[in-house]
T-cell receptor
Framework: DQQVKQNSPSLSVQEGRISILNCDYT??????FLWYKKYPAEGPTFLIS?????DKNEDGRFTVFLNKSAKHLSLHIVPSQPGDSAVYFC???????????????FGSGTQLTVLP | NAGVTQTPKFRVLKTGQSMTLLCAQDMNHEYMYWYRQDPGMGLRLIHYSVGEGTTAKGEVPDGYNVSRLKKQNFLLGLESAAPSQTSVYFC????????????FGEGSRLTVL
């Protein structure tokens, strides 16, 4: 049973428009959420995160929104650029169960393609 | 600025063979992890380590062993490879007291025939 789900395997967006990537989770004990970006033949790289005490975190063109009641988070990229084309993974952790070593539970990823 | 380095990058094994994947990090991180990535499954944690000389099981530990003899190195071993272990393996590290930001290596693609 996947505790973190990304139901859209792929998303195509025109350059300059907004990209919205979605993620749902089932474990109410998760208290920290992260987004990673992955290019082909490279490892994932950290993009942005949000604590469960917040509902929004912004970093430049990237904004993550958290809706705890719906157990849903989303990543907004505005404006989208061709270089943003990559696989985006949502991840979650529960600090109380994993202690100081954060064990992340990942979603299956969404392939974003930004069309020029 | 090497970060996290994995060797080898590619390997083909026959069923029943053994091998070791090496991960090295130069960021003085306390925590190290091994994940595997399979299509439609995301990344799943195999084993992790909270410090030199320690290891712990993750979500999918069966068929793998690990060792952390030095702080900067984390080894993943397959004693008797099976086709189900065909995957891309990622090593990652994170610092003490961090909030979950992991630094990943480039991955090692393993095929078991």
């Amino acid at each position: 049973d996947q505790q973190v789900k990304q139901n859209s395997p792929s998303l195509s967006v025109q350059e300059g428009r907004i990209s919205i990537l979605n993620c749902d989770y089932t474990n109410s004990m998760f208290d920290y959420f992260l987004w990673y970006k992955k290019y082909p033949a490279e490892g994932p790289t950290f993009l942005i995160s949000i604590s469960s005490i917040k509902d929004k975190n912004e970093d430049g063109r990237f904004t993550v929104f958290l809706n705890k009641s719906a157990k849903h988070l989303s990543l907004h990229i505005v404006p989208s650029q061709p270089g943003d084309s990559a696989v985006y993974f949502c991840a979650a952790s529960n600090s109380r169960s994993s202690g100081s070593a954060r064990q992340l539970t990942f979603g299956s990823g969404t392939q974003l393609t930004v069309l020029p | 600025n090497a970060g996290v380095t994995q060797t080898p990058k590619f390997r083909v094994l026959k069923t029943g063979q053994s091998m070791t994947l090496l991960c090295a990090q130069d960021m003085n991180h306390e925590y190290m992890y091994w994940y595997r990535q399979d299509p439609g499954m995301g990344l799943r944690l195999i084993h992790y380590s909270v410090g030199e000389g320690t290891t712990a099981k993750g979500e999918v530990p069966d068929g793998y062993n690990v060792s952390r003899l030095k702080k900067q190195n984390f080894l993943l071993g397959l004693e008797s490879a099976a086709p189900s272990q065909t995957s891309v393996y990622f090593c990652a590290s994170s610092r003490l007291g961090g909030t979950g930001e992991l630094f990943f290596g480039e991955g090692s693609r393993l095929t078991v025939l």
